[in-house]
């Protein structure tokens, strides 16, 4: 036999040997995600859930994302997956969006929000016996988190926040709030075809066609309610809450449209650190997770 064939017949071998392999490794992936739901004030909560495989890798404190509006908690399935290689990561679905139950009635207050995590973080069995959980939020996110973390310390033991909605004046959440779109579906299409194009035709540079339209199908399943948690968010006192969180807390800055608000947020939370992330600005989540996750971990892990 010639070297030649020697070595070609090396090569094979090795390829074959790769491709016998590929099996054990898609069976044994290092994250895995599944679904779930919780019981909360206002019925099921709704959330998907990464962790290791091998569960002894599961060593750092869990962590649970809270969504912008109108969003779901697969809004951050790309950040979980990242993070759930050494802790529990838990994406929930806010009340009246994507697949958790609407509360009854009219929308909720803030407090309504929070209490519905915390009943959730309740029936998971943390708040006992020292367990807690970090807390990551982005948009509407942050004013929950914000708001569990005061009601509830027991449970939280550091949040990260990404581009705060902090509004410091009454009179601008009352304008907020009075140019609040309470629209209700007829059989015309506008609203659906606004959402279409704002979420897909108008996605920002880097963010795919799969991606958008995935976030546009989620941004739907509110329905005609997907207005309800601006309401809790235009009214909430951030300033006065703000200045009462224990926890210590970074605050991720994107330059974004929340970037003045970011940095005024920081200004009045007790030791926050805030981080400056002048490489996103649109579209966070979808081309940027893994930098987040990066700059959410060199925090929550120190």
């Not at 697949?99 to 006992?128: H, I, K, Q, T, V």
């Not at 970074?250 to 939370?269: C, F, M, R």
Request: hydrophobic share 40%; glycine share 8%; proline share 8%.
């Amino acid at each position: 036999m010639t070297p030649a064939s020697l070595s070609r017949r090396h090569a094979l071998a090795a390829a074959a040997a790769l491709v016998a392999a590929r099996p054990a490794l898609a069976a044994d992936p290092p994250v895995v995600v599944k679904r779930q739901y919780v019981d909360c004030r206002y019925g099921q909560l709704h959330m998907q859930v990464a962790r290791p495989a091998d569960a002894a890798r599961a060593t750092r404190t869990p962590i649970l994302c809270l969504h912008p509006s109108p969003a779901s908690g697969r809004y951050y399935l790309d950040l979980i997956k990242d993070l759930g290689a050494d802790r529990i990561a838990m994406a929930a679905d806010t009340p009246g969006y994507g697949a958790s139950d609407r509360p009854p009635g009219g929308p909720p207050p803030m407090e309504g929000y929070s209490g519905a995590f915390a009943d959730a973080l309740d029936n998971l069995g943390y708040g006992r016996d020292g367990r807690q959980v970090d807390l990551l939020g982005y948009h509407t996110g942050c004013l929950i988190a914000v708001d569990l973390a005061v009601r509830r310390p027991d449970l939280v033991r550091r949040l990260c926040l990404v581009a705060v909605p902090y509004y410091a004046t009454p009179e601008r959440r009352e304008k907020l709030l009075a140019g609040l779109d309470r629209f209700s579906y007829g059989e015309e299409p506008d609203h659906v075809i606004k959402m279409w194009n704002t979420t897909v035709k108008q996605r920002a540079k880097g963010v795919t066609l799969e991606q958008a339209i995935d976030l546009f199908l989620e941004r739907m399943k509110p329905g005609d309610k997907e207005w309800w948690a601006y309401t809790a968010v235009f009214a909430y006192d951030s300033p006065a809450q703000f200045r009462k969180i224990t926890q210590p807390t970074v605050l991720l800055n994107p330059h974004g449209v929340l970037y003045a608000e970011t940095l005024a947020a920081a200004s009045v939370i007790p030791g926050a650190k805030l981080v400056d992330m002048p490489e996103l600005d649109h579209g966070v989540f979808s081309v940027g997770s893994h930098l987040i996750a990066r700059a959410a971990r060199a925090f929550l892990d120190a």
